[in-house]
């Protein structure tokens, strides 16, 4: 989803009063799935729209994004996606980004 897309829709969830947090790469490291810049928007019912990369690191992201949403406070958290020995073919990336989680 392009961000005018994105914007727009917080746009509307504001207006509706629906609870939602935005999800923001502000940092990366090594390699990863999406560049600085990527969003991904986090309803309470378990929507999304957007995404920051897929996978085990997405879904972190996304439980985050419903604590941010019943807290009210923005958080800075960090996602490894360096080689986990215990997984198959090194199933993941190999860097690690951080992600900036807002409630909208």
Request: with cysteine; aromatic share 2%.
């Amino acid at each position: 989803m392009a961000d005018a897309g994105l914007f727009g829709m917080i746009q509307e969830l504001r207006a509706a009063e629906t609870p939602a947090a935005l999800a923001t790469i502000v940092h990366t490291r090594g390699h990863c799935p999406r560049e600085v810049g990527a969003k991904m928007l986090v309803l309470r019912d378990g929507r999304t729209m957007g995404t920051i990369g897929g996978g085990c690191g997405e879904s972190e992201v996304r439980m985050l994004a419903f604590e941010v949403i019943d807290s009210g406070s923005a958080v800075l958290h960090e996602v490894d996606l360096l080689d986990d020995p215990s997984l198959p073919d090194g199933a993941v990336c190999g860097g690690k980004m951080e992600v900036f989680i807002e409630p909208v």
